[in-house]
């Protein structure tokens, strides 16, 4: 079944441009509400989070009265991290979770992410029965059943209790002096409330919302930020979260940063060192370095490698039985504890093994030698295809067999914006630069 409206994750785009419009949202809940009403219970519920963009509580609203046209109790959880959404959609026994959110985007975006009761993301297939009740007839509810709407308070409370289990028991922060950088995103109260309850010195950073400034110049895609505040206020450590607290990325107290690859062979050396990794493998995407690859080697460890995007990652988590996986941009899926990336508690599992080690965060971070990697994004038209053009698919097939047994290319279309990305790996710094800037070239040249 074909998809037109979800991408890789979720429904994103331009807010108030199609598909980001209220109509579209309200549309989305009432065929939401038609999917998971199918079992025929009398009581349905759903979860719903956001981030702090202007434009999410335009589509809170739209997707409430969807839901409830067709039957369905809302719960508003206000603004919080999508993982709590994850979690809270399985602990409140809801049908399904939403979270409207275009993650690291910019505030001009938006997007809405659908969870099932287990927590989990959406299926593929689960995805494409949605699309095909929207571009149908949605029949309402009858009148007496039409669903109520209610805003919880303790939602996010509820999420900080839980992460705070999450850390190991015994073990606190006190000492430690803590940078947190919330993005101005959802996670803006609950991360410095965490980590300050488990004892640490906190320095807030990105914790001011005002509908427009999420991800603007903070949070996990500009972890030079955090890196600042934590020399300039002499922190231990630096936790780089994104607007809806999904990805992380981990800065030293020297500001040095750590994107997810170092995260993840930090937490699989540690993992299968305690007997923890599930089936001896991390799961990782196309993305990740080849240095990660050849770290899991050297301890007798697998790299499962998946299409990019942190569904496919859980997916293949899921259908082998494995406990860690995620991306290297920073999205950390732990299944021990979360049903989707954590940007919080990786970053609490982090500091786990600063405290239980001793060691400083320097001596953490870098866990490998990364192969020189080089990616770059080419924007291109409405209606354009760049990777169909001819002159495109000669110089990738060029780059390929110039980097042949010394490297590798990877060239894919972003499933969140009209992007194409070139990344290639290469132990020569020199020829990597000249085939990613040969195919940048040839790509901006179609776009």
Same mark, same amino acid.
């Given at each position: 079944?074909?998809r037109?409206?979800?991408?890789?994750?979720?429904?994103?785009?331009?807010? &108030?441009?199609h598909?980001?419009?209220a109509? =579209?949202?309200?549309r989305?809940?009432?065929?939401?509400?038609?999917?998971?009403? *199918?079992?025929?219970?009398?009581?349905?519920?759903? $979860? +719903?989070?956001?981030?702090?963009? @202007? !434009?999410s509580? =335009? @589509?809170? #609203?739209?997707?409430?009265?969807?839901?409830?046209?067709? /039957?369905?109790n809302?719960?508003l959880?206000?603004?919080?991290?999508?993982?709590?959404?994850?979690?809270?959609?399985?602990?409140?026994?809801?049908d399904?979770?939403i979270?409207?959110?275009?993650?690291?985007?910019?505030?001009h975006d938006?997007g809405?992410k659908f969870?099932?009761?287990?927590?989990?993301?959406?299926?593929?297939?689960?995805?494409?029965?949605?699309?095909?009740?929207?571009?149908?007839?949605i029949?309402?509810a009858?009148?007496?059943?039409?669903?109520?709407?209610k805003? +919880?308070?303790?939602?996010?409370?509820?999420?900080?209790?839980?992460?705070?289990?999450?850390?190991p028991a015994?073990?606190r922060?006190?000492g430690?002096?803590?940078?947190?950088?919330?993005?101005?995103?959802? %996670?803006?109260?609950?991360?410095?409330d965490?980590?300050?309850e488990?004892?640490a010195?906190?320095?807030?950073?990105g914790?001011?919302? #005002?509908?427009?400034? +999420?991800?603007?110049?903070?949070?996990?895609?500009?972890p030079?930020?955090?890196?600042?505040?934590?020399?300039?206020?002499?922190a231990?450590?630096?936790?780089?979260?994104? /607007?809806?607290?999904?990805r992380? =990325?981990?800065?030293?107290?020297?500001?040095?940063?750590?994107?997810?690859?170092?995260?993840?062979?930090l937490?699989?050396g540690?993992?299968?060192?305690?007997?923890?990794?599930?089936?001896?493998?991390?799961?990782?995407?196309v =993305?990740?370095?080849?240095?990660l690859?050849?770290?899991?080697?050297? *301890? /007798?460890?697998? @790299?499962e490698?998946t299409?990019v995007?942190d569904?496919?990652?859980?997916?293949?988590?899921r259908?082998?039985?494995?406990?860690l996986?995620?991306?290297? !941009?920073?999205?950390?899926?732990?299944?021990?504890?979360?049903?989707?990336?954590?940007?919080?508690?990786?970053?609490?599992q982090?500091?786990?093994?600063?405290?239980?080690?001793?060691?400083? %965060?320097?001596?953490?971070?870098?866990?490998?030698?990364?192969v020189?990697?080089? @990616?770059k &994004?080419?924007?291109?038209?409405?209606?354009?295809?760049?990777?169909?053009?001819?002159? $495109?698919?000669?110089? +990738?097939?060029?780059?390929?067999?110039?980097?042949?047994?010394?490297?590798?290319?990877?060239?894919?279309?972003?499933?969140?914006?009209?992007l194409?990305?070139?990344?290639?790996?290469?132990?020569?710094?020199t020829?990597?630069?000249?085939v990613?800037?040969?195919?940048?070239?040839a $790509?901006?040249?179609?776009?």
């Open positions: 079944m074909s037109k409206l979800f991408g890789t994750d979720g429904v994103r785009g331009r807010a &108030n441009t598909p980001m419009t109509e =579209m949202a309200l989305l809940g009432a065929a939401a509400g038609r999917y998971f009403r *199918r079992g025929g219970q009398d009581h349905h519920r759903v $979860v +719903i989070g956001k981030d702090t963009r @202007l !434009s509580y =335009m @589509l809170e #609203n739209a997707l409430t009265a969807g839901l409830t046209s067709t /039957g369905m809302v719960l959880l206000g603004p919080v991290p999508t993982p709590a959404v994850g979690y809270l959609t399985r602990s409140m026994r809801a399904v979770g979270m409207i959110s275009a993650s690291h985007n910019p505030a938006n809405i969870f099932g009761p287990d927590g989990f993301k959406l299926s593929d297939e689960a995805e494409a029965e949605i699309e095909s009740i929207v571009a149908g007839e029949v309402p009858q009148p007496q059943n039409i669903g109520r709407a805003r +919880i308070d303790d939602g996010r409370g509820r999420y900080v209790e839980y992460a705070k289990t999450t850390f015994g073990q922060l006190e430690l002096k803590v940078v947190v950088d919330c993005a101005h995103g959802a %996670a803006y109260r609950a991360a410095p965490v980590l300050w488990l004892g010195e906190v320095i807030p950073l914790v001011a919302p #005002n509908g427009h400034n +999420i991800n603007d110049g903070v949070g996990s895609t500009h030079e930020a955090a890196a600042r505040a934590v020399l300039e206020h002499g231990d450590i630096g936790i780089s979260l994104d /607007g809806d607290a999904d992380v =990325m981990i800065i030293d107290e020297k500001g040095q940063v750590a994107d997810g690859d170092q995260i993840m062979a937490l699989a540690r993992w299968a060192e305690q007997g923890r990794l599930r089936g001896g493998a991390l799961v990782a995407t =993305m990740s370095n080849l240095g690859e050849r770290f899991l080697q050297g *301890r /007798g460890l697998r @790299l490698r299409a995007g569904r496919y990652v859980v997916e293949r988590m259908g082998q039985g494995f406990n996986g995620g991306e290297q !941009s920073g999205h950390i899926v732990m299944t021990d504890y979360a049903t989707t990336g954590d940007g919080l508690i990786a970053g609490l982090f500091l786990a093994a600063m405290a239980e080690s001793g060691r400083r %965060a320097s001596d953490l971070v870098a866990q490998f030698e990364p020189p990697q080089m @990616l &994004n080419v924007r291109y038209a409405a209606g354009a295809d760049p990777l169909s053009v001819e002159a $495109v698919q000669a110089e +990738i097939a060029r780059a390929e067999a110039r980097l042949d047994g010394q490297g590798r290319v990877l060239i894919r279309k972003s499933g969140t914006e009209p194409i990305r070139v990344m290639a790996e290469a132990e020569d710094e020829v990597l630069r000249e990613v800037d040969g195919i940048v070239a $790509v901006e040249k179609a776009a």
